[in-house]
């Protein structure tokens, strides 16, 4: 995916004024903070188990290589290929070797994002392989020809009329208007192509390294049929999925879709675990599991690797203000909100993040649900810090910065400025006491007006009134 | 009891009743309050700017006049988050200063939390008859639990609340964000004021100034001039004239 998040101030201020969006976005906003509300008080001990779970992937994390190598192992014994890619254009080149060594002219893929962070689609339908996304919300994107703006809800910011519209004209059907039908039909659909794929794509939310297993949780059972119907099943996951043992899976789950949406379990949990035995009735006979870097060494050991425990719950984004007001798609990559804000930079480089270590006002919500505890801002702040030490911010906020920081330094000058600054500023806000336009903070006033300050600051006041007490001694 | 009261850089330049409602609270409680003449802020904007070396420096600032003191104590959760939380945690974790900005911390209260669990303050002067809705600033409720206490002082010092949906959402200022971001910020301080008219009080209160500056400027750019905004020290300290 072409990386657009230097424009988000631009694409964010289109999608703030963007009535269809901004309808479904707050729609959205109560199943998912209310729904995780509902969901996490269920559970008594929700804390602890976020400690556990924080303390479980920080150990994962900190042995990554000896579970990587345990879960290749497995993986092998249960008749897995087991591929490392260090970049994307590797785990592409991986993927579509496999395709086209096979005869492979069909894939069905359910819900995968490191698939989008690696682009693996463009790959694969440029090769002349016809690749259909199952995930219901993935398949409405495909139609559309659109990037996903949620990780959990990839097609969350449209609305039922737009895709009512899309399955028109793709299925040449008559319109529909309520959401079953057309969800019926969706099924209808792709049924033949579950049947006919050569080849299943899926990601997975974890894999075990006791097991060789690759797990995947959805709400629509698509993963059940991209994993099991076609004779290949290719695994497409990132490195630090990893977890050692099944009963690690037992406490993740209890966290993942409560913070996700709210729900104690998911509709179906898909484990898989090697080929199709001589005594299984189904099952692929060859499957592959690519293991992808594309930048995550890089934060192992670095002072983001905090980040690696990530579980990709989405609900650091469903709380977060700044997403709730401008979608997903503003953030101009594979993933928004806070967790997007973090990766993005390290993914793609700081020079191409823009402002979103900036897109942020630290309120520290994202951190508090956080089911893995990630700092998340405290993340953020480390990334405009190299910002500042780059010089990658504009000159003026850069000069402002340090001119600011040359007077607070310096109280005596910093008394004289503010006692200048407070009244001429008093000044402008004439008789209604406001500001209503200040050049170099237009920022604030084309939409606030600025209360004008007193006129005297209190140092002054303080002083004067010191001193009326000290002549009154 | 020797209280050392630090006075923020907004409350300084913009709205110095504030520092002086604090002040008057901490006096009629019977403290001994000292406000040192050199302080000029806490350096968050710098730290949250990226600029971490004039965040560590203001912070020794901030050590140095405040050290002889019993008690620090800031009308702002912001900042006494910086000077109990980041200061500790980020800054000079792991260097020399850590423990001399452990004992800061450990003595530093943010204004409401002193009144209610150190002072025990009952008798209040203020005198505030009408109906306020309170907005919990982000980091004086995330970072220091920040919630109860203003509440207990308004009411004791008898207003009505009026609680409105959403209170704990942030307002959108954010410091240089609202500057930076300002659209989104703007959005966000919008979705603040349509429910503070919902709720429908005759002033809105809170606990930090760059809120407060925020939620007033765009009340009046919407053509409020009605809805007062408040610190809550203004409001228990009854000086809000
Ligand atoms: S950062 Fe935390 S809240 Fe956000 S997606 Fe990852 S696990 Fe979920």
Redesign the pocket.
């Known amino acids: 995916m072409q990386v657009q998040s230097m424009h988000f101030k631009q694409t964010a201020s289109t999608k703030l004024n963007d009535a269809v969006l901004q309808k479904a976005l707050k729609k959205s906003k109560s199943k998912f903070v209310d729904g995780r509300a509902l969901g996490v008080a269920e559970v008594d001990n929700w804390e602890d188990i976020r400690t556990y779970a924080a303390a479980l992937r920080d150990r994962v994390i900190d042995n990554l290589d000896a579970y990587l190598i345990e879960f290749e192992r497995n993986a092998i014994r249960r008749g897995a290929q087991v591929h490392w890619a260090e970049t994307a254009e590797e785990a592409n080149a991986i993927v579509l070797g496999i395709a086209q060594k096979n005869a492979v002219k069909t894939i069905t893929k359910s819900k995968s994002m490191v698939t989008e962070e690696i682009a693996l689609n463009g790959t694969l339908i440029g090769a002349g392989i016809r690749v259909m996304e199952t995930d219901l919300g993935e398949y409405i994107l495909q139609l559309a020809d659109e990037a996903p703006s949620h990780?959990v809800a990839p097609a969350v910011h449209k609305s039922k009329e737009q895709v009512a519209e899309l399955f028109m004209n793709a299925h040449h059907k008559p319109r529909l208007t309520d959401i079953p039908s057309m969800t019926r039909e969706a099924r209808e659909q792709l049924r033949s192509h579950f049947l006919g794929a050569d080849m299943g794509i899926s990601g997975a939310n974890f894999i075990v390294a006791e097991t060789g297993t690759t797990l995947t949780v959805t709400n629509e059972g698509n993963a059940d049929l991209v994993t099991t119907l076609p004779r290949i099943h290719c695994v497409v996951t990132g490195i630090e999925k990893v977890i050692p043992t099944m009963e690690d899976f037992a406490t993740l789950i209890r966290l993942l879709p409560r913070?996700a949406i709210g729900q104690s379990i998911v509709n179906y949990l898909t484990l898989t675990t090697g080929v199709k035995a001589p005594d299984e009735s189904d099952g692929p006979e060859q499957m592959h599991i690519v293991l992808v870097d594309a930048g995550r060494t890089k934060l192992v050991g670095s002072d983001m690797k905090d980040m690696l425990?990530?579980?990709?719950?989405?609900?650091?984004?469903n709380h977060c203000p700044v997403y709730q007001n401008v979608g997903g798609h503003a953030y101009g990559w594979v993933y928004p909100?806070?967790?997007g804000s973090v990766l993005t930079p390290t993914y793609v480089g700081i020079e191409n993040a823009g402002d979103l270590p900036n897109a942020a006002t630290f309120c520290g919500e994202?951190q508090v649900?956080?089911?893995?505890k990630?700092p998340?801002p405290d993340l953020m702040r480390k990334w405009r810090e190299r910002q500042f030490d780059m010089k990658l911010r504009p000159f003026g906020e850069r000069a402002a910065i340090s001119l600011w920081g040359f007077f607070v330094q310096r109280p005596r000058l910093y008394a004289l400025a503010t006692r200048i600054g407070a009244r001429v500023a008093s000044m402008m806000g004439g008789e209604q006491k406001l500001i209503h336009s200040l050049p170099g903070i237009d920022g604030w006033t084309q939409g606030r007006d600025m209360p004008a300050p007193a006129g005297e600051t209190f140092r002054e006041l303080y002083a004067a009134k010191s001193a009326a007490k000290q002549v009154a001694r | 009891m020797k209280v050392g009261l630090f006075i923020t850089c907004l409350v300084d330049l913009v709205r110095p009743n504030i520092g002086f409602a604090a002040l008057k609270l901490l006096e009629d409680a019977g403290c001994e309050v000292i406000v040192p003449a050199s302080q000029t802020c806490c350096g968050q904007p710098g730290y949250n700017s990226g600029a971490r070396d004039i965040a560590k420096t203001l912070a020794k600032k901030v050590l140095a006049e405040f050290k002889d003191c019993d008690y620090v104590v800031a009308p702002s959760g912001s900042c006494s988050g910086q000077m109990k939380l980041h200061v500790v945690e980020d800054l000079f974790k792991g260097e020399p200063e850590e423990a001399e900005f452990r004992a800061l911390a450990a003595k530093w209260y943010e204004l409401s939390d002193f009144l209610v669990n150190v002072l025990k303050s009952e008798k209040l002067a203020g005198k505030f008859k009408g109906t306020v809705t309170y907005h919990d600033s982000c980091a004086g409720l995330r970072e220091l639990g920040i919630k109860t206490q203003p509440r207990a002082l308004l009411e004791t010092s008898g207003c009505t609340l009026n609680e409105m949906q959403d209170a704990e959402k942030c307002c959108g200022f954010g410091g240089t964000f609202s500057i930076k971001l300002g659209e989104i910020s703007t959005r966000m301080a919008e979705n603040k004021c349509v429910n503070i008219g919902v709720a429908g009080a005759d002033a809105v209160v809170g606990g930090d100034l760059g809120c407060l500056l925020n939620i007033e400027g765009r009340l009046r750019r919407n053509g409020d001039m009605k809805t007062k905004v408040y610190h809550f020290a203004e409001v228990v300290a009854g000086m809000t004239e």
């Open positions: 990780i913070s425990r990530c579980i990709r719950c989405g609900a650091c984004m909100g806070p967790m994202c649900v956080c089911p893995v990630i998340l």
